[in-house]
């Protein structure tokens, strides 16, 4: 790739990891709602069917986005560390098929395959979650925690980590990369 590639690889990376926030627990906390989605397996996903769960890594992803990319095996290696802890991971894909034919159902199936996602890809079709979530662009993170009344708080809201194009060298925002 030449200068100008990397330049604008670096551009686009400085732009979306400004995106990120932590969600101040004393301000108005947003809380998440049960929501219930088709798998890449064809079967419903909702945050009631993780009964143990503390809490999720939810990331908005697609098949299309050249920085989502990047992070098939950091969210398979985030998953099994944290599933182990009641953190589950869960990756919405909420673009529209109908603008993007590459972000089919079919297609993100063969995604979850050929990257061997060890979490489910679930389709936000009518992009209702996406709204709940006020999820912008992907890949984008956001953490949320069970509260007292059993709903979901978001405590963590932005970018994955500081390096999409060099796993090895870069640090998460949140959880552990390795």
Request: with cysteine; aromatic share 12%; glycine share 4%.
């Amino acid at each position: 790739m030449n200068r100008l590639g990397y330049l604008l690889i670096a551009i686009l990376f400085a732009v979306l990891s400004l995106s990120f926030s932590v969600i101040d627990n004393n301000s108005n906390t947003k809380t998440i709602t049960d929501f219930s989605l088709k798998n890449v397996d064809n079967k419903k996903v909702s945050l009631s069917s993780y009964k143990n769960a503390k809490g999720f890594m939810v990331i908005f992803t697609c098949n299309k986005c050249p920085m989502a990319k990047f992070y098939s095996n950091r969210l398979n290696t985030l998953n099994k560390y944290y599933k182990t802890k009641g953190v589950y991971l869960l990756a919405i894909d909420a673009m529209d098929t109908l603008a993007y034919k590459e972000e089919s159902f079919t297609l993100m199936q063969k995604k979850a395959k050929a990257d061997k996602l060890n979490f489910p890809y679930l389709q936000d079709k009518s992009q209702v979650v996406a709204k709940q979530f006020k999820a912008t662009h992907t890949p984008q993170a956001f953490i949320i925690w069970k509260n007292k009344s059993g709903k979901y708080d978001i405590k963590y809201e932005g970018a994955i980590d500081d390096n999409a194009g060099d796993a090895a060298n870069a640090k998460p925002f949140f959880g552990r990369s390795s």
